[in-house]
C-alpha cells in the first residue's frame, strides 16, 4: 500500500544535540511538507519541497534544517539551534496542483530533556 | 492577507446529537477546501473535499458545501458518535499555498 511513513514513532534527545526525523513516502509525489504540531495548537509550516534537490522555508524554519536527494525521502534534522524542540512533527506530501490533497504521515514526537 | 477561521473548540456533543463546525476562509480567489480529521496521537486524515463553488464533500457520513457567497465550508454530520471524538482541520489551498485553520476539538460523551 501507498503511503508515507516518519520513523521512529517517538523519539528522545538530550539537549544540545541534533537530532534527525525521518519520512519516507511511496505515493510518487513531487511536493513534500513537514509541520510543527504543539498541544492544543494547530499546525505551522518549517520546511516545503516541491522538487527533488529544492526546498523553501516556511513559517518557523529557524533552528531546522531539511535536506531532499531523493524524491520519496525529506528527512527534517533538529538543530540544538531550535529553542524549544519538543513537539510532534507530522510529514506530508502530495502531487502539485491546488486540488490535490495532502497525505500525512503519522507523526513523530519529539522530547528533548 | 488569506486566512482560514474555525469555531474555537472543544465542543462536547451527546451521541446522536448533530455537529457543525465552521469554517470560514478569506481568499483573493478561489481555493479548494478540504477537511481533516487528527485521533490522538496519528497524523491528519483526509476527511472530504471541494474544489469549487456549490460542490458538497462527503464521507463517513460528514457533508460540507463550498458557499462562495458566504466563503465558507461548514462541516456537519447528522448524528455524532464516541468514536468521531478528534480534532477536525479546515484547509485551504489555493495555487499551491495551504493554510490551515487552527483545529477544533470534538468530543462526543456517551
Known amino acids: 500500500d501507498g503511503g508515507i511513513t516518519q520513523s521512529p514513532k517517538y523519539l528522545f534527545r538530550k539537549e544540545g544535540q541534533n537530532v534527525t526525523l525521518s519520512c519516507e513516502q511511496n505515493?510518487?509525489?513531487?511536493?513534500m511538507y513537514w509541520y510543527r504540531q504543539d498541544p492544543g495548537q494547530g499546525l505551522r509550516l518549517i520546511y516545503y519541497?516541491?522538487?527533488?534537490?529544492?526546498?523553501q522555508k516556511g513559517d518557523i524554519a529557524e533552528g531546522y534544517s531539511v535536506s531532499r536527494e531523493k524524491k520519496e525521502s525529506f528527512p527534517l534534522t533538529v538543530t540544538s539551534a531550535q529553542k524549544n524542540p519538543t513537539a510532534f512533527y507530522l510529514c506530508?506530501?502530495?502531487?502539485?496542483?491546488?486540488?490535490?490533497?495532502?497525505?500525512f504521515g503519522n507523526g513523530t514526537r519529539l522530547t528533548v530533556t | 492577507g488569506n486566512s482560514v477561521t474555525q469555531m474555537e473548540g472543544p465542543v462536547t456533543l451527546s451521541e446522536e446529537a448533530f455537529l457543525t463546525i465552521n469554517c470560514t476562509y478569506t481568499?483573493?480567489?478561489?481555493?479548494?477546501l478540504f477537511w481533516y480529521v487528527q485521533y490522538p496521537g496519528e497524523g491528519l486524515q483526509l476527511l472530504l473535499k471541494a474544489t469549487k463553488a456549490d460542490d458538497k464533500g462527503s464521507n463517513k457520513g460528514f457533508e460540507a458545501t463550498y458557499r462562495k457567497e458566504t466563503t465558507s465550508f461548514h462541516l456537519e454530520k447528522g448524528s455524532v458518535q464516541v468514536s468521531d471524538s478528534a480534532v477536525y482541520f479546515c484547509l485551504y489551498n489555493q495555487g499551491g499555498k495551504l493554510i490551515f485553520g487552527q483545529g477544533t476539538e470534538l468530543s462526543v460523551k456517551p
Open positions: 519541497s516541491q522538487i527533488v534537490n529544492d526546498f
Open positions: 506530508a506530501s502530495s502531487t502539485t496542483g491546488e486540488n490535490s490533497p495532502l497525505h
Open positions: 481568499a483573493t480567489g478561489y481555493p479548494s
Open positions: 505515493l510518487n509525489h513531487d511536493a
